[in-house]
């Protein structure tokens, strides 16, 4: 079975611009979970949507948006990017149970 | 407020020794607690999980071992191999319904001298 498929691999963005992020969870997952990696950190809880609904929301600022399709794949937004938006945005799906599956991460560089 | 306390940072140990990371939470509402390995330019990858009914879970050479009492768990890797050199998250979630967000410890950097 394929795993979390994430796209783009990276991305170079400027400072003020907005950034649309996308995942596709593993086939029969209902799942997705963002979450924000900065380098030499763990990952950081951005939004979990089960079902098309948000089921939670992290401390992140209104700038970030997130939905979910009816193929259950998902999109994170970030508008007005800062500098210290850089990091790895990693996507996480789940069957019904709490065991999360990560995606490989999309590498998002704000300059 | 960190929830997750992970230690040490980093690790050096030679092939063929046993590995242990070492996790304390504060949240007693925490309920499922799994170990992440990541290795440079990768997502994490689900290694192990734990809950907190069970003081010890073995799978190969991974084992979990989870204090309730002392809101502390550990991962031990036996017989560690070069090809464990990598960083391990501890993580822990909240019980109730279907939000499965994960709290993630700091990190460690496990180095496997061959």
Redesign the interface.
């Known amino acids: 079975d394929a795993g979390v498929t994430q796209s783009p691999t990276h991305l170079i963005k400027t400072r003020g611009q907005h950034v649309t992020l996308r995942c596709s969870p593993i086939s029969g997952h209902k799942s997705v979970s963002w979450y924000q990696q900065v380098l030499g950190q763990g990952p950081q809880f951005i939004f979990q949507y089960y079902e098309k609904e948000e089921r939670g929301r992290g401390n992140f600022p209104d700038r970030f948006s997130a939905r979910q399709f009816p193929n259950y794949s998902s999109e994170l937004n970030v508008n007005a990017l800062l500098l210290g938006d850089s990091a790895l945005y990693l996507c996480a799906s789940s069957r019904a149970g709490p065991e999360q599956y990560f995606g490989p991460g999309t590498r998002l560089t704000v300059t | 407020q960190q929830q997750v306390k ?1 230690s040490p940072q980093s690790l050096i140990v030679q092939k063929g020794g046993i590995s242990i990371i070492n996790c304390a939470y504060e949240n007693t509402a925490f309920d ?1 607690f ?1 170990w ?1 390995q990541q290795f440079p ?6 290694l192990i ?1 734990i809950r907190p009914d069970v003081s010890e879970k073995k799978e190969g050479r991974f084992t979990i071992s989870f204090n309730k009492s002392a809101k502390q768990f550990s991962l031990h890797i036996m017989d560690s191999q070069p090809g464990d050199s990598a960083t391990y ?1 501890c ?1 822990a ?1 909240n019980s109730g ?11 460690t950097l496990l180095t496997v001298n061959p």
């Open positions: 992970q499922y799994p992440y330019g990768k997502g994490p990858a689900l999980a998250f993580a979630k319904g279907s939000n499965y967000k994960l709290t993630f410890g700091k990190g």
